[in-house]
């Protein structure tokens, strides 16, 4: 509650550090915990224009950034629907499931036990959605699908070019749009980018194009609900590239061990 205080009471000066950190690509959003309180007086009466809500709403800047309201209310203790302007997005709250929000460690997804086998609490951090394990559902169809899905990647995560103490090389990363062009990182609307991750040379001197290309990975992303036509990288007669992983097709095409060749 301080600090949601220190906010009201200090607007200005937090809509233009908010801002500065948007111009210059500190932050890309701001999530809000307690957002209820921000629409509430020091008496805590609902204001009809709240001074924050109000400075974000009409900041050149912030009111087209992604803001996050948690709507949990201190005061009642327990969630409470509030009506916020259309650019506030409700896509975290807390002790709800946290869709969008992945934790890292050493750039490494981190799980909480049991959702590497389809049983998860829905990405809520509160103990009361924990359940106990449920051996049985290893044996049903998303309990399958998804301890094969993390296996996977799991197995993909121990090759030896991905196992570093250092991140990547920058000479190692190449980045790309569609058809192979430089990615549009200014056009806000583009919904599509490639990165090829390249293997580090081998120390035993090799030069050949064989030996610097074999176990690149080429990664697309695409933000889109339909399916994009996605060129692959020229490489040297006598090699191919092999599918991973493609979420469009079904279970369990989608990733595979192997990897099938694409011609």
Same mark, same amino acid.
């Given at each position: ?6 906010y009201?009471? $200090?607007?200005m000066? &937090?809509t233009? *550090?908010? /801002?500065?950190?948007?111009? #210059?690509?500190?932050a890309?959003?701001f999530?809000?915990i $307690?957002?209820?309180?921000l ?8 204001? @009809?224009? @709240?001074?924050?809500?109000?400075a ?14 948690? %709507? ?5 203790? =327990? @969630?409470?629907?509030?009506? +916020? !302007?259309d ?8 002790? +709800? ?6 934790? +890292?460690?050493? /750039? ?8 590497? %086998? ?8 509160? %103990? ?5 394990? *449920? ?5 049903k ?22 196992? =570093?103490?250092? &991140?990547? =090389? ?10 192979q $062009?430089?990615?549009?990182?200014? *056009?806000? /609307? ?6 090829t991750?390249?293997?580090?040379? @081998?120390? $035993?001197?090799?030069?050949?194009? #064989?030996s ?19 060129p692959l ?16 097709l !079904? &279970?369990?095409? +989608?990733? #595979? ?7």
């Open positions: 509650m301080e600090k949601l205080v220190v009201r009471a $200090n607007v000066r &937090f233009e *550090d908010s /801002s500065s950190q948007i111009s #210059s690509d500190v890309d959003g999530c809000f $307690n957002a209820s309180s629409l509430r007086s020091f008496g805590g009466e609902y204001l @009809p224009l @709240p001074l924050l809500v109000e974000i709403a009409f900041d050149p800047l912030l009111s087209k950034t992604k803001i996050i309201p948690d %709507c949990w209310d201190p005061r009642d203790l =327990k @969630p409470k629907e509030t009506t +916020f !302007p650019h506030w997005k409700r896509w975290a709250k807390t002790t +709800f499931p946290v869709v969008d929000m992945v934790s +890292f460690s050493g /750039s490494v997804p981190v799980l909480n036990i049991g959702v590497e %086998c389809g049983q998860s609490s829905g990405g809520s951090s509160s %103990c009361g959605y924990r359940k106990p394990f *449920d051996w049985y559902a290893l044996l169809g998303f309990g399958i699908q998804t301890t094969q899905f993390i296996s996977f990647f799991s197995s993909l995560r121990m090759r030896s070019d991905l196992q =570093k103490r250092s &991140f990547m =090389k920058e000479e190692s990363i190449n980045w790309h749009g569609i058809d $062009n430089p990615p549009r990182w200014e *056009d806000l /609307s583009c919904k599509f980018l490639v990165t991750l390249k293997v580090d040379k @081998p120390e $035993n001197g090799l030069s050949s194009e #064989s610097l290309l074999e176990g690149d990975m080429f990664i697309a992303f695409i933000a889109v609900g339909h399916s994009e036509s996605v990288p020229e490489i040297p007669e006598g090699m191919a590239w092999h599918r991973l992983v493609d979420p469009v !079904p &279970f369990s095409g +989608f990733f #595979s061990n192997g990897g099938e060749p694409v011609i």
